[in-house]
């Protein structure tokens, strides 16, 4: 089941730099993450992707690069430092585009699949956000969170944001990988969920 606390939300950038960190821990964790998501972005094999959430632009670059041709969109809030980074990140069949995830301005399946890495606990609908992912992706969503309360203990167990109990600032929403199927199951057939640690991430089959 998930919560929202009265935190609130940091809507665009990491608090922490996860994929860009020098502490071998994290290092070790990320490469975990980004290997479980590579595999199942290649079990996709999408025809296209709207990135919702896309941040820096860090994955979506990637994406596009792995996709050749195949068009892909990262979407996010305007901010100033976002932009200047998704500036260093492109590629020809990639487009960034400032909006919010609440109601795009996309057709229905007009993208092969709809991601959002990381972005779910940050915001205030997510249930109305996956379900406007849903509608406009014909084939597939492919989403991760943190998964909990694992995520919260681990923070209280180094020592970080012990006065909110372990939560992450931003993070208004919390699922264990249980809660976080039901909800996506609601859109279509879950045919891969992984936990590379500590995190949970879904692959979904659209109906």
């Known amino acids: 089941m998930s919560t929202t606390s009265a935190a ?4 665009t950038g990491n608090t922490y730099d996860k994929y860009g960190s020098t502490n071998p821990v994290v290092r ?3 490469s975990n993450f980004e290997r479980t998501l590579g595999e199942l972005f290649l079990q996709a094999s999408p025809s296209s992707v709207l ?5 820096e632009g860090v994955l979506t ?3 596009a690069l792995a996709l050749g041709d195949k068009r892909i969109v990262g979407i996010d809030l305007d901010d100033p430092k ?7 990140r492109t590629a020809p069949n990639l487009e960034y585009r400032v909006m919010k995830a609440e109601n795009m301005p996309f057709s229905d399946d007009e993208f092969g699949l709809a991601s959002a890495i990381e972005v779910l606990e940050h915001v205030p609908d997510p249930a109305h956000t996956v379900a406007e992912m849903a509608r406009v992706a014909k084939d597939h969503l492919l989403v991760s969170v ?21 939560n992450t600032p931003g993070h208004v929403n919390h ?4 809660s976080f199927v039901k ?13 590379p640690f500590p995190w949970t991430m879904l692959l979904v089959k659209l109906r």
């Not at 609130?8 to 809507?11: K, M």
């Not at 976002?82 to 260093?88: D, I, P, V």
């Not at 943190?146 to 372990?166: F, Q, S, T």
């Open 51 to 55: 990135d919702v959430g896309c941040g």
């Open 183 to 195: 909800l996506l199951s609601q859109h279509g057939e879950v045919v891969e969920a992984r936990s």
């Open 8 to 11: 609130e939300a940091v809507p």
């Open 146 to 166: 943190p998964r909990e309360p694992l995520w919260r203990g681990l923070n209280v167990a180094r020592g970080a944001y012990i006065k909110d109990l372990g």
């Open 28 to 30: 070790r964790l990320m």
């Open 61 to 63: 670059h990637q994406w």
């Open 82 to 88: 976002l932009l200047a980074e998704q500036a260093t």
């Open 175 to 178: 699922w264990s990988k249980r």
